[in-house]
């Protein structure tokens, strides 16, 4: 008999030899390893044990429904459900995918994936991939609505290229397999982000259309069958991945997880339900992502605040959601943990750090400009009974061009079709809240009044320079104008390799000195958890909304610092912010600069003050007040190639530089940011 030595083929995790046989009959269930201890994320806090305290794995065998039960959306052949979809909707779902037909797909040839290892560039290749399975999808979602057998001979196209793939991943995350960088090894299966979703959109795939493949050829559903359970399924229970969040080798500490963890294991999850077989391997599944997505939730403090930004929500506090509706119906309802505080904060805070429109406060490796998934925040909004989440959702979904025709997952995209007359039909509105506050990581945000975007808004942050996607940037802030942004973070440019290696501060979005703080002597913030915030304090009322914090302890010796108070504070009434910097220093410093990162030009017409003028502004409407006795202005424009940033911010930017020569050992300085 054929025997499978896991950590022999570096895909085991020292739970011994097992046959297959063994492996099919439970013995997967030794993965899950229930006796390891884990230490939370947040410092000081304990395991909370969320989910799989309130769901041990008998009562998920009790109330998980059979495979064979479960019916979450409707299939090909219930012709009346995708037939009463939105006509508009459906006409664009057709359209979309026809045009596709008898074209050629993409190439993903070797030469093609190597690019990353050789150059660095990492989106030639993920663009191309990314179109195959946006066609694929397309195909699938048409074939459906028209339901005339037109879409099915290229949908099985789809279907085999993608299972006749070397490795459904990318090639930046080829570190996950022992080879490394480079071509990927086939005898080593690994998981990251898009082998996920390869294999949710084939489980989804083989769910819709079921027998129907067979009229092209039966062995298609086997292959969909074979090739998600060797590259995902059986990966999954026998090896701990860095994103599962538990320890990698015996006697490693786990890494903290980010949005990896609920984004693959809701795929992994969707993929488990639809196809497993085995309804003892479909059980230890379940309760080994119930596992990871605790050590998820630990890494969150009772706030729900996310430290990766915005932008990383929708695929952190967003996938969480979706494994929690893919389990709460896969157990007829039985599973439901919407009253449970901090699944509900973490839906609450994306309305909570939004702006205006489509701009989102975006500390970290976030852009300011999004692109929302209305009816997942309409759903989760649904579910906890929060009708400021729900509103956004409706009022996101209003604004997008095709409502919910398109999505970039079939996961989302299959509710968000069948909810789309609810949605259409709902109240949707911005809920532009006056003031938000998340201790957790420290971030803070402040508009004049609530529900109006009128006047300033300002947002701050202390944290640490170890934060999942960090910039060096404690102490950053951000200003807005009548919901349109004047002072900044520029957020990250389009990733490459060097994004997440040991010369990511080397690039210049990530730097202090590119964002609005302070450089003394040349020197900059620096990155490790040690590098962070202290003395954090917070304060709001109907006047005001206050922020200080030492700055001090996040920059390196070098920079020959005691300590350095940093103070914002936005008047309400006054509709003016005032920043306010007192630095003590070793030595005395040469020169401190301060900078100030803006989309738009900066005039002098007295000393002291500059106005903001750009197409959104009426000239001097906003401006920024300066000692001009102690501070010299300059003002660099930063050209801006990046074709991520230019969507966002055009063309260019400027960087704004008050700066003091020879100033004193102790200081403080004022700033203040008006509007008339």
Same mark, same amino acid.
């Given at each position: 008999m054929?025997?499978?030595?896991?950590? @022999?083929?570096?895909?085991?995790m020292?739970i011994?030899?097992?046959?297959?046989r063994?492996?099919?009959?439970?013995?997967?269930?030794?993965?899950?390893?229930?006796?390891?201890?884990f230490?939370?994320?947040?410092?000081?806090?304990a395991?909370r044990?969320?989910?799989?305290?309130?769901?041990?794995?008998?009562?998920?065998?009790?109330?998980?429904?059979?495979?064979? @039960?479960?019916h979450?959306? &409707?299939?090909?052949?219930e012709?009346?459900?995708?037939?009463?979809?939105?006509a508009?909707?459906?006409?664009?779902?057709v359209?979309?995918?026809?045009? *596709?037909?008898n074209?050629?797909? =993409?190439?993903?040839?070797?030469?093609l994936?190597?690019?990353?290892?050789?150059d660095?560039?990492r989106?030639?290749f993920e663009?191309? %991939? $990314?179109?195959?399975?946006?066609?694929?999808?397309d195909?699938?979602?048409a074939?459906?609505?028209?339901?005339?057998?037109? !879409?099915?001979?290229?949908?099985v196209?789809?279907?085999?290229?993608?299972?006749?793939?070397?490795?459904?991943g990318?090639?930046?995350?080829?570190?996950?397999?022992?080879?490394? &960088?480079?071509?990927?090894?086939?005898?080593?299966?690994?998981? #990251?982000?898009?082998?996920?979703?390869?294999?949710?959109?084939l489980?989804?795939a083989?769910?819709?259309?079921?027998?129907?493949?067979?009229?092209v050829?039966?062995?298609?559903?086997?292959?969909?069958?074979? +090739?998600?359970d060797?590259r995902?399924?059986?990966?999954?229970?026998?090896?701990? /991945?860095g994103?599962?969040g538990f =320890?990698?080798r015996?006697?490693r500490?786990?890494?903290p997880p980010?949005n990896?963890?609920?984004?693959?294991?809701s795929?992994?999850?969707?993929?488990?339900l639809?196809l @497993? %077989? #085995?309804?003892?391997?479909?059980?230890?599944?379940?309760n080994?992502?119930?596992?990871?997505l605790d050590?998820?939730?630990d890494?969150?403090a009772?706030?729900?605040?996310?430290?990766?930004?915005?932008?990383?929500w929708?695929?952190?506090?967003g996938?969480l959601f979706?494994?929690?509706e893919?389990?709460?119906?896969?157990?007829?309802?039985? !599973?439901n943990?919407?009253?449970?505080p901090l699944?509900?904060e973490?839906?609450r805070?994306?309305?909570?750090?939004?702006?205006?429109?489509?701009y989102?406060?975006?500390?970290?490796?976030?852009?300011?400009?999004?692109?929302?998934a209305?009816?997942?925040?309409?759903?989760? $909004?649904?579910?906890?009974?929060?009708?400021?989440?729900?509103?956004l959702?409706a /009022?996101?979904t209003?604004?997008?061009?095709?409502?919910?025709?398109?999505?970039?997952?079939?996961? %989302?995209?299959?509710?968000?079709l069948?909810?789309?007359?609810?949605?259409?039909?709902?109240?949707? !509105?911005?809920?532009?809240?006056r003031?938000?506050?998340?201790?957790?990581?420290?971030?803070?945000a402040?508009?004049?009044?609530?529900?109006?975007?009128? $006047?300033?808004?300002?947002?701050?942050?202390?944290?640490?320079?170890?934060?999942?996607h960090n910039?060096?940037?404690?102490?950053?802030?951000?200003?807005?104008?009548?919901?349109?942004?004047?002072?900044i973070?520029v957020?990250?440019?389009?990733?490459s390799?060097?994004t997440?290696?040991?010369?990511r501060?080397?690039?210049?979005?990530?730097?202090s000195?590119?964002?609005?703080?302070?450089?003394?002597?040349?020197?900059?913030?620096?990155d490790?958890?040690?590098?962070?915030?202290?003395?954090?304090?917070?304060?709001a009322?109907?006047?005001?909304?206050?922020?200080?914090?030492?700055?001090?302890t996040?920059y390196?010796?070098?920079?020959?610092?005691?300590h350095?108070?940093? *103070?914002?504070?936005? #008047?309400?009434?006054g509709?003016?912010?005032?920043?306010?910097? +007192?630095y003590?220093?070793?030595?005395?410093?040469s020169?401190?600069?301060?900078?100030?990162?803006?989309?738009?030009?900066?005039v002098?017409?007295? &000393?002291?003050?500059?106005?903001?003028?750009?197409?959104?502004?009426?000239?001097?409407?906003?401006r920024?007040l300066? #000692?001009?006795?102690?501070?010299?202005?300059?003002?660099?424009?930063?050209?801006?190639?990046d074709?991520?940033?230019?969507?966002?911010?055009?063309e260019?930017?400027?960087?704004?530089?008050?700066?003091?020569?020879?100033p004193?050992?102790?200081?403080?300085?004022?700033?203040?940011?008006?509007?008339?």
């Amino acid at each position: 008999m054929e025997r499978l030595n896991a950590e @022999e083929r570096g895909i085991g995790m020292s739970i011994g030899v097992l046959t297959r046989r063994e492996f099919i009959a439970g013995g997967a269930a030794l993965a899950v390893q229930p006796g390891i201890e884990f230490t939370s994320a947040v410092q000081g806090q304990a395991p909370r044990n969320l989910l799989n305290g309130l769901y041990p794995p008998e009562k998920l065998a009790s109330t998980l429904l059979p495979r064979e @039960e479960w019916h979450p959306f &409707p299939a090909w052949a219930e012709r009346s459900a995708w037939e009463s979809l939105p006509a508009d909707d459906r006409s664009a779902l057709v359209e979309a995918a026809a045009r *596709t037909l008898n074209t050629e797909w =993409p190439s993903l040839p070797a030469a093609l994936f190597l690019e990353y290892a050789r150059d660095g560039n990492r989106s030639h290749f993920e663009a191309a %991939r $990314g179109r195959r399975r946006d066609r694929l999808r397309d195909l699938l979602i048409a074939e459906c609505v028209e339901g005339k057998g037109r !879409f099915l001979d290229d949908i099985v196209n789809g279907i085999w290229i993608t299972c006749e793939e070397s490795y459904w991943g990318v090639p930046a995350h080829l570190n996950l397999q022992k080879a490394g &960088p480079g071509l990927p090894d086939v005898a080593e299966p690994t998981v #990251d982000l898009f082998t996920g979703e390869t294999a949710n959109l084939l489980a989804w795939a083989l769910y819709l259309t079921g027998s129907r493949l067979d009229k092209v050829s039966p062995l298609v559903r086997e292959r969909i069958h074979l +090739e998600v359970d060797r590259r995902v399924l059986t990966p999954n229970l026998l090896r701990n /991945f860095g994103w599962m969040g538990f =320890p990698e080798r015996p006697g490693r500490a786990a890494r903290p997880p980010n949005n990896w963890n609920p984004w693959i294991n809701s795929n992994w999850l969707a993929a488990n339900l639809l196809l @497993e %077989r #085995d309804p003892k391997r479909r059980v230890s599944a379940v309760n080994r992502i119930l596992l990871s997505l605790d050590r998820f939730l630990d890494g969150y403090a009772d706030d729900g605040g996310c430290d990766e930004g915005p932008g990383y929500w929708f695929r952190a506090g967003g996938s969480l959601f979706d494994c929690l509706e893919l389990l709460l119906s896969a157990t007829g309802g039985a !599973f439901n943990v919407y009253e449970v505080p901090l699944i509900r904060e973490i839906g609450r805070y994306i309305y909570r750090v939004h702006i205006h429109d489509r701009y989102f406060i975006n500390f970290a490796d976030a852009s300011a400009v999004l692109g929302v998934a209305g009816d997942l925040l309409f759903r989760y $909004g649904r579910r906890i009974s929060d009708e400021k989440l729900s509103a956004l959702g409706a /009022f996101a979904t209003a604004r997008q061009a095709g409502g919910a025709a398109r999505s970039d997952s079939i996961t %989302r995209q299959l509710p968000a079709l069948f909810d789309l007359k609810e949605i259409r039909a709902a109240s949707g !509105f911005q809920p532009l809240v006056r003031d938000a506050w998340f201790p957790g990581i420290q971030v803070m945000a402040a508009r004049r009044r609530e529900g109006s975007t009128e $006047g300033l808004y300002l947002a701050a942050q202390g944290g640490h320079n170890a934060e999942s996607h960090n910039h060096n940037d404690v102490g950053n802030f951000i200003v807005y104008a009548d919901g349109l942004p004047v002072i900044i973070d520029v957020g990250v440019e389009t990733y490459s390799a060097k994004t997440f290696s040991s010369k990511r501060y080397e690039i210049w979005t990530m730097q202090s000195a590119y964002h609005n703080l302070p450089t003394v002597d040349g020197v900059m913030q620096k990155d490790g958890r040690e590098f962070t915030a202290s003395e954090v304090e917070y304060h709001a009322d109907d006047k005001s909304a206050e922020f200080a914090l030492n700055i001090a302890t996040a920059y390196p010796p070098e920079a020959g610092l005691k300590h350095w108070k940093r *103070t914002i504070r936005l #008047d309400r009434a006054g509709n003016t912010i005032e920043l306010r910097d +007192e630095y003590a220093a070793r030595r005395q410093p040469s020169q401190i600069a301060f900078t100030f990162m803006t989309p738009l030009s900066a005039v002098q017409s007295v &000393p002291g003050e500059l106005a903001f003028q750009g197409p959104v502004f009426a000239s001097g409407r906003v401006r920024l007040l300066y #000692d001009a006795a102690s501070l010299k202005p300059s003002i660099e424009v930063v050209p801006l190639e990046d074709a991520r940033l230019r969507a966002v911010w055009g063309e260019k930017l400027y960087r704004l530089l008050l700066t003091a020569r020879n100033p004193p050992e102790q200081s403080k300085w004022s700033f203040r940011i008006m509007q008339t």
